[in-house]
């Protein structure tokens, strides 16, 4: 009986993600928004409650997982940075399937930063391909099904210095990476076939200050539909920039000030949400249909009351919701002025961007809490659960449940 109740629940798991939710293809899912059509995903967790399985991962990284074709992709690497390895789970035991070292350095570049690690660039997949990225150490596409690498390219070099994360995202036939180093700052786009490039555009940004270190940025790019036109918009440190993604062409620019900026941008009611990170307008509305710099034309609103750092925000019913890095405060923003509907606080440290699905968005912290709040005209905290540790990955949703990446493993968190 023991063993047929497992097999059923196998069964039923690998036929959901068979269905229309059951892929989350790059960093903050299908459209880079955050949502997802998975439904009965559960509201309540814990180490010993609603967890299908845990996986131990090992080294150190930050990479979100992309799910395809019922497997879980992820990177790591060791401590030291020395050995750079993509695991690949099965979604319905969580049973690893491809563990292998993809890259060997004998010197990295010191991390300089607590809070990154050498895997922070989430891969992208798509159906028998997988694409993986460790910025200057190494970029490579992968058979989806055995693993094994069909090319890869060593020879695209920036200094990092505090370490990569901006990921790869699929447009066009093409794989587009922003390499914003402390030394060189560029967007290139590689044949996704043969992994050649196609494109390479130099930002040219004024940054105000020869301090490599304020030039740096961690964001990975957004595509977007505008007057018939696709814009792949790739935020960096002191500016946002719009190109072609077909030939790199540059359609506008906001310079906007910051570094370090890590949120993807979002769409809402026709303008583009976009994040400065430290320093600059904070969080800014942009109407993307200008040429040229727009920083005077084209900015609807900015605001940094309570607006964070590292988290992509979330577009919900036409309202935007957003959370701070440090001390969690959680507010719900007008898209029409950025001003907040309400603010209230949820605690704790975030990373990780949060997730919309079955009508409740998802936030997890840092220190193993993941909090639970209904979208509306009033803040609402449905739960907070919490396990062994925290993330600094944003989770997967598909239709078996919430892929939830820890500081040391995977978890399938799904109704039992």
């Known amino acids: 009986m023991t063993r047929m109740l497992l097999l059923v629940a196998l069964v039923a798991l690998t036929a959901a993600t068979a269905s229309g939710a059951d892929h989350w293809t790059e960093f903050r899912g299908p459209n880079g928004t955050g949502h997802s059509d998975a439904t009965g995903l559960p509201t309540k967790w814990s180490e010993t409650e609603n967890i299908v399985w845990k996986t131990p991962v090992h080294g150190r990284g930050w990479s979100s997982p992309a799910v395809m074709d019922g497997r879980v992709w992820l990177t790591t690497a060791t401590e030291d940075g020395k050995k750079m390895s993509v695991v690949a789970l099965e979604l319905a035991t969580g049973k690893v399937l491809v563990d292998r070292v993809l890259f060997e350095n004998e010197k990295p570049n010191s991390l300089n930063n607590p809070m ?3 895997a922070s660039p989430s891969p992208a997949v798509e159906t028998g391909r997988v ?23 060593r020879d695209v070099v920036v200094d990092h210095y505090r370490g990569p994360a901006s990921s790869p995202v699929l447009v066009d036939g093409l794989v587009v990476i922003p390499f914003d180093g402390y030394d060189r700052q560029f967007v290139i786009a590689l044949d ?12 040219n940004i004024d940054y105000g200050t020869d301090n490599g270190d304020r030039k740096k940025g961690y964001g990975t790019a957004g595509v977007f539909e505008v007057d018939g036109r696709m814009q792949l918009v790739a935020p960096s440190a002191g500016a946002t920039i719009a190109y ?45 249909t200008g040429k040229g710099d727009v920083t005077k034309t084209h900015v609807a609103w900015k605001t940094k009351r309570g607006i964070g ?18 001390g969690g405060a ?12 309400w603010q209230d606080r949820l605690g704790g440290a975030f990373s990780s961007s949060p997730v919309y699905a079955d009508g409740h968005l998802y936030f997890f912290d840092e220190g193993g809490k993941g909090y639970v709040v209904k979208p509306g005209d009033e803040y609402e905290l449905v739960a907070v659960n919490e396990l062994a540790n925290g993330c600094m990955a944003t989770p997967a949703v598909v239709d078996a449940g919430l892929v939830v990446r820890t500081k040391d493993a995977v978890y399938l968190v799904a109704e039992k």
């Open 116 to 118: 990154n690690s050498y």
């Open 192 to 203: 996704k076939e043969t992994g050649k490039t196609v494109w390479k555009k130099d930002r």
């Open 309 to 326: 750092t590292r988290p992509t925000p979330i577009v919900v019913d036409g309202k935007i919701y957003n959370v701070s890095d440090k």
């Open 330 to 341: 959680i507010s719900r923003l007008d898209p029409a002025t950025g001003e907040a509907d």
């Open 244 to 288: 072609d993604p077909k030939t790199g062409e540059e359609f506008w620019r906001v310079n906007h000030g910051g570094m370090n900026a890590a949120a993807r941008p979002v769409e809402v009611d026709g303008k583009l949400v976009l994040n400065t990170a430290a320093g600059g307008f904070g969080l800014l509305a942009v109407d993307p």
């Open 131 to 153: 694409y993986v990225s460790f910025g200057r150490y190494g970029n490579a596409c992968l058979d989806a099904k055995t693993g094994d690498t069909l090319w890869e390219r």
